[in-house]
């Protein structure tokens, strides 16, 4: 960030980015990917995918979401300005070589490595201190190496547990959703199968007074009925229980009667149904010629005057 040979403002968006949390606004780089899957897939719909995302990320909530897409529209305009700040620095500089800061760093020159000076032979005691400032050296390098390890691995597992954790995290938060929906669409059927009744309920023809009269007076009339029927039991127990009254003197005798012989034709009245058949018989066996000849003569009555008219 302090090569002199970058322009102001590609230097100015760099130290803005750090200052805010990289390319990602401080935000974890998986999270930051469904963010911007969601913003590619509904694309100049903002509330759908910052809806989208907030049902695919429940720790966090819609305010956050939508404070991360200002940040990400101000990180777009970043970065053009950068793009713009770097074609014109490099307009202006022509063909010469833009060099960066690894560039940079490879020119500069390394400082040749220490040379022990060539000295007489030391003696054992000399040798001997230098191979134990060796052993020292060589056991700090393992024992940084075995940190350095035990480091990486501690931040591995601590990485693995969050991850865990999340999914564990993400996979209560989807079945707690499941078991919401099916309640509410429980619900949402128990009201409208209440409603479904309640409009069935109320498409009932409604009970007039006329007809409520009317109800009553045949619920009396079958009461009264049900407690005669019940009183001639009783009379008709009674009756079997005490035996036949006595008749009172002159009374006549209980006969049983047959209802059907009142229908039933005298004998006078089947002769002369008899009678009747055997004459329309005879007429039929005469045939045409005794209907054309007659062998009958009707007798002509003279016609009947009233005493008080004879002398008029």
Known sequence: LQNPQLPPEVLAVERILKEEGGATGGWDERDHE?????????KGQR???IQRT???????????????EVWYERYQALLQQKRDAIRSWRASKGSKKVLTEEELDATIPLAPPTQRPRSAPSNSKARLEEKERLRKWKELKEAEKLEAEQKEKEEQRLKTQREKERLRREKAETEARIRNYKESK???AQAQAIHKEYEKEAAKPRVTEDQLDRIRKRNDQHTRDQILAIRRKHEERLELEQGPKPKAPGASPDVPRDPSRLTAPTAASVARRDSALKAAAEEEDRGYYAIMRPTKVIPQFA???????SGL
């Open 34 to 42: 469904r963010f911007l899957r969601y913003r590619t897939q509904y």
């Open 47 to 49: 509330h759908i995918y």
């Open 54 to 68: 907030a049902d695919d990320l429940p720790h966090l909530d819609v305010a956050e979401i939508e404070r991360h």
């Open 186 to 188: 429980r619900m949402e």
């Open 303 to 309: 016609k009947a005057l009233p005493s008080w008219r």
